[in-house]
């Protein structure tokens, strides 16, 4: 069974950087494609970034150019590094896992992903 924790969140101030961190384990040799995604209360989960099999990457409009996703496949670690935050991302920020399979894309859907881990708080204050 695939296990997923988060790690990293915080509470800070605006125009701060935080680096988050996704451990992942039972992946048995197997290949997944996994996400970042946030949900603010009285919202949707909505994606953040996503990376393909083939190590492509997809990211939220909103994202690009302050968020970077990577993997570190040795280690099946996931990371969202978040530059010049703002309140407005102040969230719960959920890594996902989708798989196993041979191939995947980088989704963008929660409803795609069928492993999630606990979630960690991220807190932007102006």
């Known amino acids: 069974q695939v296990q997923l924790g988060e790690a990293g969140g915080g509470s800070l101030q605006s125009g701060g950087s935080l680096r988050l961190s996704c451990a992942a384990s039972?992946?048995?040799?197997?290949?997944?494609?996994m996400g970042w995604f946030r949900q603010a209360p009285g919202k949707e989960r909505d994606a953040v970034a996503a990376?393909?099999?083939?190590?492509?990457?997809t990211y939220a409009a909103w994202a690009k150019g302050r968020f970077t996703i990577s993997q570190d496949n040795a280690n099946n670690t996931l990371y969202l590094q978040m530059n010049l935050l703002k309140p407005d991302d102040t969230a719960m920020y959920y890594c996902?896992?989708?798989?196993?399979?041979?191939?995947?894309?980088?989704?963008?859907?929660?409803?795609?992903?069928?492993?999630w881990g606990q979630g960690t708080q991220v807190t932007v204050s102006s």
């Open positions: 039972g992946y048995s040799g197997r290949t997944y494609c």
């Open positions: 996902a896992a989708r798989g196993p399979a041979d191939y995947c894309s980088g989704a963008m859907l929660a409803r795609q992903y069928n492993f």
């Open positions: 990376i393909s099999s083939r190590g492509i990457i």
